[in-house]
């Protein structure tokens, strides 16, 4: 589980709405009715499920909303339990344990202007993004939502109101690739030092990745929804030599490097555990990498690596970072 605040706090499961095929809304309040603990645009909470599992969900309301917290949750197919559990199980009148908002996918204050694509509900944290820049004056953006069919398009009506025309562009594909957006356009050119936030499945995140290869690194921003890439069927082990101490780990098939690292002892820090936030970046300095995540250009490769979700290509990776001894 990814490196978050544990659940802390009893909330209230007031409201629980279908908003598109296979996707609810669910609202969390206090049972005292006080204020929660703020957030800001883009943020996750952690939910304990009824069956036991913790969950990350994108806050979706915004953020200047200081008593309530919704997430919108899409049916698992499919999927581990937790998002299947939670609409399954939890009912109104339910109190949950959920943890403090945590953010990896903020915005920069200073900025003006900003691109933004998702797919499915990775719309999710998008959507506090754009109800919190509709509220301040002189911020600009042009929304990008890729979805299967107006059925499964979660916020449909509210996005399609008067007050989002000319910035959101919704595209059904039908559930057919050769169908898909065409981003080039979009990403061809950097505009008004723009910022590019994407969201949705790892398909869609490589391509825009792939697209926006000539913007600015610390402009161009990931957040994944699903741990797909994590592990694969062809996975095998391998070794990771830390260069400091000479010490020698072994990573098993069905474990990450930092999930090896962690079990011998090491405190390695970590946030998104999806290849997207960069916190866990580390030296690589000998080995060939299979390199997972959607931070790194390709000359960053070279000499770093991702240990949340990256493997190795060769026998052993020799890696180091502060604090690995």
Avoid at 105 to 111: D, E, N, T
Avoid at 272 to 284: I, P, V, Y
């Amino acid at each position: 589980m990814p490196d978050v605040a544990q659940p802390n706090m009893a909330l209230l499961l007031a409201r629980k709405d279908k908003i598109a095929d296979g996707i609810e809304q669910l609202e969390f309040r206090h049972p005292d009715g006080n204020e929660l603990p703020e957030f800001t645009a883009g943020a996750h909470i952690a939910i304990k499920v009824p069956n036991g599992l913790i969950r990350k969900y994108s806050l979706c309301n915004d953020p200047a909303d200081r008593n309530r917290y919704l997430i919108a949750v899409k049916r698992e197919m499919p999927g581990r339990g937790g998002s299947n559990n939670l609409l399954d199980t939890a009912k109104v009148g339910d109190r949950l344990e959920v943890a403090a908002p945590v953010n990896d996918f903020r915005l920069p204050p200073r900025a003006d202007n900003f691109v933004f694509i998702a797919g499915g509900i990775g719309i999710t944290p998008i959507m506090a993004m754009i109800r919190h820049l509709q509220s301040l004056e002189g911020k600009n953006f042009k929304l990008y939502y890729c979805t299967r069919s107006p059925e499964t398009t979660a916020f449909l009506t509210e996005l399609s109101a008067p007050e989002f025309k000319g910035k959101v562009t919704i595209h059904h594909d039908g559930g057919d690739p050769a169908n898909a957006l065409d981003l080039w356009p979009v990403l061809e050119e950097r505009r008004n030092r723009e910022h590019l936030y994407c969201c949705g499945p790892r398909p869609l995140m490589q391509a825009v990745r792939d697209m926006s290869g000539h913007w600015t690194p610390s402009s161009v921003h990931f957040e994944a929804f699903s741990d797909a890439e994590t592990h694969k069927p062809t996975d095998t082990a391998f070794t990771v030599k830390l260069a400091r101490s000479g010490e020698v780990i072994e990573v098993p098939a069905d474990k990450t490097i930092l999930e090896a690292l962690r079990a011998k002892g090491h405190d390695v820090p970590s946030s998104c555990e999806s290849g997207t936030c960069g916190t866990c970046r580390s030296k690589l300095i000998e080995g060939e990498a299979d390199h997972r995540d959607l931070v790194l250009t390709e000359d960053q490769r070279a000499g770093n690596i991702m240990i949340c979700v990256s493997r190795a290509r060769s026998p052993q990776l020799v890696i180091d970072r502060e604090g690995l001894k």
